[in-house]
């Protein structure tokens, strides 16, 4: 696993998985999102599958278009969101709209959450 830390967040890095913590009081918009992303093709390529966790551990915002930009990454075949407080449903539904993809779900926890993304991949690549 490899850490990666940016201005507005901190990342980590495994063979198919990136988790993101993104740091109080941020407004996470395209530019940040450009930043990740410059990030996950440096790490996974263009072909390479891989899945996101959003770990929520600190309180922001996010500029829900991130997702509609996100979703045309093809290699990007999932995304899980953390929330340790408690999943907001309200939060979930409104990005799923934006993401469009079957692969986003809310957990509660990191252990549930990568467990998820893992079986996905496995799917994904017929295993």
């Known amino acids: 696993m490899k850490i990666r830390k940016l201005h507005f967040g901190q990342f980590q890095i495994y063979p198919n998985i990136m988790i993101g913590e993104i740091f109080e ?12 992303w410059d990030l996950a093709l440096s790490e996974y390529g263009t072909d390479r599958e891989f899945g996101y966790i959003s770990n929520r551990t600190q309180t922001y915002s996010i500029d829900p278009m991130v997702h509609y930009k996100n979703r045309g990454f093809s290699n990007l075949k999932c995304m899980a969101i953390v929330e340790p407080n408690g999943v907001k449903p309200s939060t979930i539904g409104i990005e799923s709209k934006f993401f469009n993809k079957d692969g986003l ?20 690549k017929g295993l």
């Open 25 to 36: 009081g941020i407004h996470f918009n395209q530019l940040h999102n450009d930043v990740v």
């Open 105 to 124: 779900q809310a957990f509660c926890n990191i252990k549930d959450a990568m467990a998820w993304v893992t079986t996905v991949l496995q799917k994904s």
